[in-house]
């Protein structure tokens, strides 16, 4: 177990420190949802009970080892875990100032996407709650009140979908930061029992897929998840997620030159499309150099919108951000394969 706090609940809070009040749980939970990174900031303690507490226990397990800023104003934190390994967390302001913490939920990760930086590194281990939770604060403490998190940082949050349940107890409870559930935003490679966990089990959150092309063999070699979930049971499971639950999700694709830009892969998208309720959200390939793929042109991305709006299919470019700071999607991973501790 993580040696920190910050993954805990105000009872197993109390539980864990063996506090002879519940309420100083909740007092520190509450303490820990407004910034507080050590039991000295927690002034409503007695100081003996501060005292008692530095001896024995701590509130982070996680500390920021470096911080980039990118001329578009995107942050990236390389955090070092408690075991010396390193995972980066980005934050991302938009055109109309919203902040949403961009976070990782495993150290590396075995999904093995071909465009992918993280993929190229393999995994390392799954994160605690505790370490997902303080991301976000250490982003906080950069930027201020943050208004969204996505789950689309290095790893499959599908994979550790008991630590992301546990991180969205932590941040919504009304008792600590009280983040609204529609403020989040889950991103999958196409996990179908995980999409089915979130549609019968909650939280009901915003759900986005990694599609990248609609092609079962092609997918299969850019996505080898593709192997075990199929394209037309990944669409089975959107199609669920959406009745279940009432939340349109969106498919992404990462547009790679000459490779799901043409026209058939856009029929191919129109017709993973039809029958259910999504949207398309494009993001241009962010490029790695070491990898075989090219950045798509300005006319690719623009036939295959077309070709999308004309079909009637609700469509966006996602802006580009941190690419200079390897913090755009897909390039995550530089520092933990830096750190050579896999
Ligand atoms: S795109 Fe996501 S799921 Fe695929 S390798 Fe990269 S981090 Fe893993």
């Known amino acids: 177990m993580i040696p920190s706090l910050t993954g805990l609940l105000p009872q197993e809070i109390t539980d864990k420190l063996s506090l002879d009040i519940n309420f100083r749980g909740k007092q520190i939970f509450k303490w820990i949802a407004n910034g507080a990174e050590t039991f000295d900031d927690m002034t409503n ?13 701590k509130v982070y397990s996680t500390r920021i080892k470096q911080t980039l ?38 150290a590396g990760c075995a999904m093995g996407c071909a ?7 393999g995994f390392g281990r799954n994160l605690e709650a505790g370490e997902i939770v303080e991301q976000f604060f250490h982003l906080e403490k950069k930027a201020g009140k943050l208004d969204n998190i996505v789950f689309m940082g290095m790893g499959e949050p599908m994979l550790n979908l008991a630590a992301i349940k546990k991180t969205i107890d932590i941040l919504c409870s009304k008792e600590g930061r009280n983040l609204s559930k529609r403020r989040i935003t889950l991103s999958t490679s196409g996990i179908i029992s995980g999409i089915y966990d979130l549609a019968d089990n909650g939280p009901f959150l915003r759900l986005a897929v990694s599609l990248t092309v ?66 398309f959200n494009l993001i241009s390939w962010n490029r790695v150099p070491t990898l075989p793929f090219r950045e798509p042109t300005k006319q690719e991305i623009n036939y295959l919108m077309g070709k999308l709006e004309k079909a009637g299919i609700s469509v966006t470019l996602r802006t580009k951000r941190g690419r200079t700071i390897g913090g755009a999607c897909g390039q995550l991973g530089r520092s933990y394969a830096a750190s050579d501790n896999t």
């Open 115 to 121: 465009f992918c930086q993280t993929g190229m590194i």
């Open 45 to 57: 303690l007695s100081k003996e009970l501060r005292s008692h507490l530095n001896k024995t226990s």
């Open 214 to 279: 609609a092609n079962e063999d092609l997918r299969k070699q850019l996505m080898p998840v593709t192997n075990t979930n199929k394209l037309q049971d990944l669409k089975n499971a959107i199609k669920y997620y959406t009745e279940k639950t009432g939340i349109r999700c969106t498919l992404e694709a990462v547009l790679i030159h000459d490779i799901n830009t043409n026209d058939k892969a856009a029929k191919e998208f129109i017709n993973f499309a039809k029958g259910i309720d999504v949207h």
């Open 69 to 106: 800023v990118d001329p578009d104003g995107t942050i990236k934190l390389q955090i070092e875990l408690f075991d010396n390994r390193c995972i980066e967390t980005v934050l991302l302001t938009d055109a109309d100032g919203r902040k949403t913490a961009c976070v990782s939920c495993q």
